[in-house]
């Protein structure tokens, strides 16, 4: 019986397997001979299924990580650790070139997790990745918001430096135009 078809072209041996292995442990989960999870097995299980999921962002595995990410927000969207999956899926979108993508991603963790601690960093990609798509005034904004909403963070280092950056190129742009 075939689920899906798959076009080995498209789908590495490693890709698949590494989405097997994430189907089993879901399987797993929620198998009907499993007795109900206390919360901090839950938080277990999640930790484990997120600690997976970036083991394929560390390997450049950015497909199967980001579709790792979205199950992980289907599955666990209420734990501490869905805006963290939240960015990650924004930075695989980034890595690949998806930059419309990573914004909406990225957009989302300033929007849904108020409080997380990836807001600094998501603020930052907001601005890197409008600098990809050449809109050098959004870019110039959230670099600012960075540094002067989270001053001492490393974040806000590398904002600086990205607004001196910005700052560069409209000047060059204005010296050109004259």
Same mark, same amino acid.
Request: charged share 20%; with cysteine.
């Given at each position: 019986?075939?689920?899906?078809?798959i076009t080995?072209?498209?789908w590495?041996?490693h890709?698949?397997? +590494?989405i097997?292995?994430?189907?089993?442990?879901?399987?797993?989960?929620f198998?009907?001979?499993?007795?109900?999870?206390?919360?901090?097995?839950m938080q277990?299980?999640?930790r484990?299924?997120y600690?997976?999921?970036?083991?394929?962002?560390?390997q450049?595995?950015y497909?199967?990580?980001?579709?790792?990410?979205?199950?992980?927000?289907?599955?666990?969207?209420?734990?501490?650790?869905?805006? +963290?999956?939240?960015?990650?899926?924004?930075?695989?979108?980034?890595?690949?070139?998806?930059?419309?993508? $990573?914004?909406?991603?990225?957009?989302?963790?300033?929007?849904?997790y108020?409080?997380?601690?990836k807001?600094?960093?998501?603020t930052?990609?907001?601005?890197?990745?409008?600098?990809?798509?050449?809109?050098?005034? +959004?870019?110039?904004?959230?670099?600012?918001?960075? $540094?002067n909403?989270?001053?001492?963070s490393?974040e806000?280092?590398?904002?600086?430096?990205a607004i001196?950056?910005?700052?560069?190129?409209s000047?060059?742009?204005?010296?050109?135009?004259?």
């Amino acid at each position: 019986m075939i689920l899906w078809p798959i076009t080995y072209s498209k789908w590495s041996l490693h890709m698949v397997r +590494n989405i097997l292995g994430i189907l089993l442990m879901l399987i797993t989960l929620f198998s009907p001979n499993v007795s109900v999870a206390a919360p901090g097995q839950m938080q277990d299980t999640s930790r484990r299924l997120y600690d997976r999921i970036m083991s394929e962002f560390k390997q450049r595995d950015y497909e199967a990580a980001l579709a790792g990410f979205r199950l992980f927000i289907e599955l666990h969207g209420r734990s501490a650790l869905a805006a +963290n999956a939240q960015y990650w899926m924004g930075e695989c979108q980034y890595r690949m070139g998806r930059y419309q993508d $990573a914004l909406n991603s990225f957009y989302n963790v300033v929007l849904s997790y108020p409080l997380s601690p990836k807001l600094a960093a998501s603020t930052l990609k907001l601005g890197q990745t409008y600098a990809k798509l050449g809109d050098q005034d +959004n870019a110039r904004i959230m670099f600012g918001r960075v $540094a002067n909403q989270y001053p001492d963070s490393a974040e806000a280092e590398i904002a600086r430096k990205a607004i001196d950056v910005v700052d560069g190129l409209s000047n060059t742009d204005h010296s050109q135009s004259e």
